[in-house]
């Protein structure tokens, strides 16, 4: 399967790869984010980790959690910490559409990737549900089986 080109003036910076097989992803938004100096050009040295990252809404602002942006090499004593929380740019009609969905039981909002942007960083993020194992089993073999049919219609093509 051919890996998707992102439209052009976008440089995809990271990706939270684990999250299409952890979750179903029901909605998504663009946001910015409000950054240091230094988190900038540790991200255009691609010093990121999603992992474990996640949104969260307090007092009518979404907070982006637990992602790592690394040190940039070149910051002295004033280089940011790579664990704060960072501010995500929404409008406000976005986030008040945000508050009933996020209030149901099980969803929460998850970062699927940061790119550049018209030199701007922005996040996507996605209103997510946790998959149970069986979904997830359900999904792998549903792709084998997809990859299995593909690579016999290509012989016969």
Same mark, same amino acid.
């Given at each position: 399967?051919?890996?998707?080109?992102?439209? /052009?003036?976008?440089?995809?910076?990271?990706?939270?790869?684990?999250a299409?097989? *952890?979750?179903?992803?029901?909605?998504?938004?663009?946001?910015?984010?409000?950054?240091?100096?230094?988190?900038?050009? /540790?991200?255009? #040295?691609?010093?990121?980790?999603?992992? #474990?990252? $996640?949104?969260?809404l307090?007092?009518?602002?979404?907070?982006?959690?637990?992602?790592?942006?690394?040190?940039?090499?070149?910051?002295?004593?004033?280089?940011?910490?790579?664990?704060r929380?960072?501010?995500l740019?929404?409008?406000?009609?976005? &986030?008040?559409?945000?508050?009933?969905?996020?209030?149901?039981?099980?969803?929460?909002?998850?970062?699927?990737?940061?790119?550049?942007?018209?030199?701007?960083?922005?996040? *996507?993020?996605?209103?997510?549900?946790?998959?149970?194992? $069986?979904?997830?089993?359900?999904?792998?073999?549903?792709? #084998?089986?997809?990859?299995?049919?593909?690579? &016999?219609?290509g012989?016969?093509?």
């Amino acid at each position: 399967m051919a890996a998707k080109t992102p439209p /052009a003036g976008i440089k995809i910076i990271g990706q939270n790869r684990k999250a299409r097989h *952890e979750y179903e992803i029901l909605q998504t938004w663009e946001a910015g984010i409000v950054l240091l100096g230094t988190e900038v050009k /540790a991200l255009r #040295d691609g010093r990121i980790n999603l992992g #474990d990252s $996640y949104a969260e809404l307090k007092k009518g602002e979404v907070w982006l959690v637990k992602m790592h942006i690394g040190p940039y090499d070149m910051g002295n004593r004033e280089n940011h910490d790579p664990f704060r929380r960072r501010k995500l740019l929404l409008n406000r009609r976005e &986030i008040r559409k945000m508050v009933p969905k996020l209030e149901d039981v099980g969803k929460t909002l998850i970062p699927l990737k940061v790119y550049f942007k018209q030199g701007r960083v922005k996040v *996507e993020i996605a209103l997510a549900r946790g998959k149970k194992l $069986y979904d997830k089993r359900h999904d792998t073999a549903k792709r #084998d089986a997809d990859r299995q049919m593909a690579k &016999i219609l290509g012989r016969r093509g």
